[in-house]
Antibody, heavy 127, light 107 residues
Framework: EVQLVESGGGLVQPGGSLRLSCAASGFTFSNYWMSWVHQAPGKGLEWVANIKQDGSEKNFVDSVKGRFTISRDNAENSLYLQMNSLRAEDTAVYYC????????????????????WGRGTLVTVSS | DIQMTQSPSSLSASVGGRVTITCRASQSISSYLNWYQQKPGKAPRLLIYAASSLQSGVPSRFSGSGSGTDFTLTISSLQPEDFATYYCQQSYKIPWTFGHGTKVEIK
């Protein structure tokens, strides 16, 4: 079965650290860009970070730059998010997402979108 | 950053009715616009990519249109399982950004 399963969430104090994991199965993990997206309680979705297939390129939203690191282990079919210096506003469900790229037949443009999501893991930052 | 503005933020509709949700980008994003459906406590699900392409397995009552800055998601005949929150998302420029969502409720 094609799926993503997140783990590692929990309660952490402000200023603390947490490492999230995402286990991929049912597809060739190393062929895809991967991403983390979070959703604060009762709020909308926010993209957090992307990582290229070989880990050579990474992008982050400004609010987590310098605090969060994204990495992957293609041999283990796993994606990670190391979160340091956590703040109350980082409280959210964190989703792992697979990024699909497709080329428009007429335009030749390369389109990117999340075609597979995990069920999420909840991170709560509170004292 | 590119701001994505969805309207309305919520709407009530009847089963069988037609629903239209709009999404406006703060700058041109060509056709780099995706739509997702999310039900409470569940992960989002891709409906439409590249503004108008229907994802495999998604019912044909869902359709998307638009380019540049203005986009729409249409549900032609609302079904009970379509009551959910819908998000647009641009993948034109990092940071990728989502709209704030449109909650579709039962009338």
């Amino acid at each position: 079965e094609v799926q993503l399963v997140e783990s590692g969430g929990g309660l952490v104090q402000p200023g603390g650290s947490l490492r999230l994991s995402c286990a991929a199965s049912g597809f060739t993990f190393s062929n895809y860009w991967m991403s983390w997206v979070h959703q604060a309680p009762g709020k909308g979705l926010e993209w957090v970070a992307n990582i290229k297939q070989d880990g050579s390129e990474k992008n982050f939203v400004d609010s987590v730059k310098g605090r969060f690191t994204i990495s992957r282990d293609n041999a283990e079919n796993s994606l990670y998010l190391q979160m340091n210096s956590l703040r109350a506003e980082d409280t959210a469900v964190y989703y792992c997402g697979r990024i699909f790229q497709t080329t428009g037949f007429w335009s030749g443009y390369v389109y990117w979108y999340f075609d597979l999501w995990g069920r999420g893991t909840l991170v709560t930052v509170s004292s | 950053d590119i701001q994505m503005t969805q309207s309305p933020s919520s709407l009530s509709a009847s089963v069988g009715g037609r629903v239209t949700i709009t999404c406006r980008a703060s700058q041109s994003i060509s056709s780099y616009l995706n739509w997702y459906q999310q039900k409470p406590g569940k992960a989002p699900r891709l409906l439409i990519y590249a503004a108008s392409s229907l994802q495999s397995g998604v019912p044909s009552r869902f359709s998307g249109s638009g380019s540049g800055t203005d986009f729409t998601l249409t549900i032609s005949s609302l079904q009970p399982e379509d009551f959910a929150t819908y998000y647009c998302q641009q993948s034109y420029k990092i940071p990728w950004t989502f709209g704030h969502g449109t909650k579709v409720e039962i009338k």
